[in-house]
Each structure stands twice: as C-alpha cells, then as structure tokens.
C-alpha cells in the first residue's frame, strides 16, 4: 500500500452532473497529481496541485477543476458530466523537491457516467 | 506533443521465459523514467526507475535506458504467471509532469 487514500471508490452519475472525488496523500508528500485513466490507455495528467495551488496542467477543460488543502489532501471536481467523462480517476502523491520523481498511486475512484 | 510509445499487446511467454518490453519517447529533454505494472481493476505500482544511460537490475528485472535512441526496455526474467498485467511506461518531464505510455499487456502462460 502507498497511504494514498481514495473516495469514492466507485460512482454512477448522470450526464450533466457533478462530482467531486477526494484524495488523502501519503504522510510527507507535499504535492498531488490527478490523472484520468480510460479503458485500455494510460493515465492521462489532469493537473497537479503544490502548496494548495495549481502548478501544471494537462489538455483538460475547465470544467475539471481542483483544490489542495493546507494538510494537503485534494479534491478533483468535474461540472457538467460527459459520457466520455467515464473512467478511472487516479490520485499521486509525490515529494516535490525529490530527485526521484516517484508517483504513489491511491486505489483509484471509477467514474461511471450514463 | 511529447509522446510515449509503447507496443499494446498481448504479448505472451511461456513460464519461466525473458518477457521484453519496450518503450520509446519523444521529448529529449526527459529526465527520469519508469515502468509501472498496473493488474486488472487496480491502480499502476511503481516496479523500476531509471536515470541515466544504462541497465539496471533489482530482482528478476532490468531496465535498460538509452537516451540517444529515447528508448527504455523492461526485461523480466523468469516470467511468472502472477506477472500478467499491464506495464505502463511513464517519463518524468520537467517539474514533475508525467507522460505515460498506453501500457504493453503481459501474459504469462502456465
């Protein structure tokens, strides 16, 4: 295990809506990245937040938007749902400032959206 | 458009056989690179990084970097069925924005 933490593990929403999923960061890690992952392709970078502060985005719209907190666990929110919307959604957290760059990965939150 | 590319797959081995995986990316100016193995239904698991030009062995797999050619392998050897998964291939750009491959799937067979 990584000590990220996950929710909801699993949820079904309905076009249109929103949803807001949640992340708790390994003890230490100062730093989360969100990343989106669809059946049979690779996690795909959403954003990354440092010091409760956007620093790095991916090609996401804004409709994908986000918080870090100052005990630095994070929220992934997504207005206005879209089918395609539908995947796992993948929360790292890392040691900004570490050499080595390692991405822990939490369980994952999969987003069914009808 | 930094890429990685990787082969999709499957690609399958007999048991106890050298599985060789393959990746190759597109921005020269990556610094750190790693392969994850990702099972069915469950989120990717740091197995190996690598830095500079080269192999690196840690049990059963080397990884092997070559910046001149923006190619990195994964080598597992004596393939075990429990080995069957998904292995992406991610580069660390600067800051710490990953790329990830779209993942080799592995199947070992009994």
């Known amino acids: 295990e990584t000590g990220v933490t996950q929710s909801p593990t699993h949820l079904i929403k309905t076009r249109g809506q929103q949803v807001t999923l949640r992340c708790s960061s390994q003890s230490g890690h100062n730093t989360v990245s969100w990343y989106q992952q669809a059946l049979g392709q690779g996690p795909q970078f959403i954003f990354q937040?440092?010091?409760?502060?956007?620093?790095g985005r991916g090609n996401f719209p804004p409709r994908f938007s986000g918080l870090q907190f100052p005990n630095y666990s994070s929220e992934l929110n997504v207005n206005a749902l879209e089918l395609d919307d539908s995947a796992l959604y993948l929360c790292?957290?890392?040691?900004?400032?570490?050499?080595?760059?390692?991405?822990?990965f939490g369980e994952g939150s999969r987003l069914t959206v009808l | 458009q930094k890429e990685v590319e990787q082969n999709s797959g499957p690609l399958s081995v007999p048991e106890g056989a050298i599985a060789s995986l393959n990746c190759t990316y597109s921005?020269?100016?990556?610094?750190?690179f790693f392969w994850y193995r990702q099972y069915s239904g469950k989120s990717p698991e740091l197995i190996m990084s690598?830095?500079?030009?080269g192999d690196k062995e840690d049990g059963r797999f080397t990884a092997q970097l070559n910046k001149a050619s923006q190619y990195v392998s994964l080598l597992i050897r004596d393939s075990q069925p429990s080995d069957s998964a998904t292995y992406l291939c991610a580069v660390r750009l600067y800051g710490q924005n990953f790329v990830f491959g779209p993942g080799t799937r592995l199947s070992v067979l009994p």
């Open positions: 790292a957290s890392s040691l900004s400032g570490d050499h080595t760059g390692e991405l822990f």
């Open positions: 921005d020269r100016g990556s610094q750190s």
């Open positions: 937040y440092y010091r409760e502060e956007e620093n």
């Open positions: 690598i830095y500079s030009n």
